[in-house]
């Protein structure tokens, strides 16, 4: 019962949604994917370098697509490197 609401929502998303081709980003952009994540491979993540016109970087932690469980430490460090060293 508690799930249902938020499947609904993400199926709705899903459906509707409709990519609509605008200018990149002009801030940097971070992304992450799992080594072992085969709906998330290599390619199609650095396919979002193309939604910025700043720096973009890729970190492939060990893992699947939840890769935030098992690499969860080496994750957060990251983040805390990128966030402390990011300018806006």
């Known amino acids: 019962k508690l799930m249902i609401p938020t499947i609904r929502a993400d199926i709705m998303a899903i459906e509707n949604y409709e990519y609509i081709s605008e200018p990149p980003f002009d801030f940097p952009i971070t992304a992450f994917r799992g080594d072992q ?6 390619a199609d993540t650095m396919a979002w370098s193309e939604h910025t ?3 973009f970087k890729l970190h492939t932690l060990q893992g699947g697509h939840f890769f935030i469980k098992t690499a969860m430490d080496q994750l ?13």
């Open 37 to 42: 994540d085969s709906s998330a491979c290599h």
């Open 53 to 55: 016109t700043g720096c």
């Open 76 to 88: 957060l460090a990251i983040l805390g490197k990128e966030l402390s060293i990011q300018t806006y």
